[in-house]
């Protein structure tokens, strides 16, 4: 099992930050490699991947959601990865990102890849680009603020819309 631990700080504040991280569906334009996230309910996902020019899939759970603190993740089925990433308040406006993933390498290029730091390379461009994405727009596109502990989802509550979001004054968007 490989591990890839980076973080970035994003000019942002914290509830705007993890609200977009939650909007998994966007992943795919910013994130590297991801071709489609597809949200089955509040604690699954499918994803559809491109690693050393193969197409990957796999199904993935949410194990542990706490707003502006916490998502932890495992794949069910597929490619066999983990992780968890924090949200930490560096100030009002600032929101450090601490991304922790571990993935199996399932090939000999995805192995020589590893050893040569080329995923730690795309895991800090991947956050480098949601850095900008959300800086970028000046606000999240959605967020979802339920609580998910063991895996169980607890206590949904429903974000507004990109759309709802949009038609908000700039003023309020990032606050």
């Known amino acids: 099992m490989e591990t890839i631990?980076?973080?970035?700080?994003?000019?942002?504040?914290?509830r705007a930050v993890y609200n977009q991280w939650t909007q998994f569906e966007e992943f795919p334009r910013f994130m590297d490699g991801i071709d489609q996230v597809q949200q089955l309910d509040n604690v699954r996902l499918h994803w559809k991947a491109t690693v050393a020019g193969k197409t990957k899939e796999w199904d993935s759970e949410i194990v542990e959601?706490?707003?502006?603190?916490?998502?932890s993740w495992?794949?069910?089925?597929?490619?066999?990865?983990?992780g968890t990433v924090r949200f930490e308040a560096v100030d009002a406006n600032t929101t450090k990102v601490?991304?922790?993933?571990?993935?199996?390498?399932?090939?000999?290029t995805e192995k020589v890849g590893g050893a040569l730091g080329v995923a730690s390379g795309k895991v800090e461009g991947d956050l480098k680009r949601f850095k900008e994405f959300i800086e970028q727009?000046?606000?999240e596109t959605g967020g979802w603020r339920g609580e998910i502990h063991g895996g169980k989802e607890s206590g949904a509550d429903r974000l507004k819309t990109a759309?709802?979001?949009?038609t908000e004054p700039r003023s309020k968007r990032l606050h």
């Open 163 to 166: 759309a709802e979001i949009a």
């Open 137 to 139: 727009r000046g606000a």
């Open 65 to 71: 959601q706490t707003p502006d603190k916490i998502i």
């Open 74 to 82: 495992r794949s069910i089925a597929g490619a066999s990865n983990s």
């Open 5 to 14: 631990e980076k973080s970035i700080d994003v000019n942002a504040p914290i």
């Open 98 to 108: 601490l991304l922790n993933l571990n993935y199996e390498p399932e090939s000999a």
